[in-house]
């Protein structure tokens, strides 16, 4: 069996009297794109942070590459790069002077970082903007330059929390694309993310944390299907919901539901709704006593 990318287990973490992590158990196995799925405050970010080594678990152990990342992180720092919640970049220097320094401090040639900047502004949409002060770009452009930093050297396993936090809809597109072709490049990508829409998008698997373990663990069509499918929701003119009907998702499934409506003669209009977060959510957590989704190969 090969090593895992990130194994943990019985991970434990707490602030003062508050328990953050509480029993965690997950494996990553090497090329996955795995998502943590949580609310604000549920530890996504505690989580990223042992497993980069920026602080230290209270109990249990987490690997990443097969090092440990309380007795090893030297080791694991070579092997990952991180794009955290809040931006690394320096205001003070232009995008391509940070993506150059960057990319000295990780050992690249002189003329080896002009050319990866280049690169990664032009990915990252950042070209017209390469010479400008840091300090005179907005929130979703400080957002992108401190992903492409991330991008600089392609690590074994890349940690992205909360990647497309603060960017506009085609920036998160292009984000998605980049993510999925270093996936494919063998790249192990584990993000966190408060949107079910983003880690069905990208996720081979997703892990819904709640109360600091995994509440559950599957595919997106896994988790959706705990929470039983689309809805058609009939409004009326101002939006006020008339009727839901529960539906496989399919197309027969949409047919009956409207079918339904046309009988009953509703009038207004329809539109389908599909699971969120929330509805995952609260489908997990209100079954809290039934067994976890899908049990872990481990
Ligand atoms: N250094 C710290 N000291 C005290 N409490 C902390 C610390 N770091 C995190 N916490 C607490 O731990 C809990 C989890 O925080 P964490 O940042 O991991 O959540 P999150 O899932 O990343 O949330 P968000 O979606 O808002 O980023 C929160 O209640 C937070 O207040
Ligand atoms: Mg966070």
Redesign the pocket.
């Known amino acids: 069996m090969t090593t895992p990318a990130i194994e943990v287990r019985g991970l434990r973490k707490a602030?003062?009297a508050?328990t953050?992590i509480d029993g965690l158990d997950l494996t990553v196995s090497c090329g996955e794109v795995f998502a943590l799925l949580?609310?604000?405050?549920?530890?996504?970010?505690?989580?990223?942070?042992i497993l980069t080594t920026l602080?230290k678990p209270d109990a249990g152990t987490a690997t990443v590459g097969g090092f440990d990342v309380a007795s090893a992180a030297m080791q694991v720092r070579r092997r990952i790069s991180l794009t955290g919640?809040s931006a690394a970049v320096d205001d003070a220097l232009s995008a391509v002077e940070n993506v150059v320094m960057f990319a000295r401090l990780a050992g690249l040639s002189s003329s080896a970082s002009r050319r990866r900047a280049k690169e990664l502004l032009e990915s990252f949409g950042l070209t017209d903007a390469a010479t400008r002060r840091v300090a005179t770009f907005s929130g979703g452009m400080r957002r992108r330059l401190d992903l492409a930093l991330s991008f600089v050297v392609t690590p074994e396993v890349l940690f992205l929390?909360?990647p497309t936090t603060g960017l506009d809809t085609l920036s998160r597109r292009d984000l998605w694309d980049i993510i999925r072709s270093l996936a494919a490049a063998g790249t192990t990508v584990f993000l966190?993310t408060?949107y079910l829409e983003e880690a069905d998008q990208l996720a081979d698997r997703i892990a819904v944390?709640h109360d600091g373990r995994v509440a559950a663990l599957g595919t997106a069509a896994e988790l959706k299907a705990r929470v039983g499918g689309d809805t058609v929701e009939l409004h009326d003119e101002h939006g006020g919901l008339l009727r839901e009907i529960a539906t496989d998702g399919s197309v027969p499934g949409l047919r009956r539901a409207l079918d339904e409506l046309d009988q009953q003669g509703a009038e207004g209009t329809v539109n389908l709704r599909r699971p969120t977060l929330d509805d995952v959510f609260l489908a997990v957590t209100a079954s809290e006593k039934a067994p976890v989704l899908a049990k872990e190969n481990a």
């Open positions: 602030f003062g508050q953050v949580g609310p604000n405050g549920a530890g996504k970010t505690t989580i990223i942070n602080i919640q929390d909360e966190t408060q944390l």
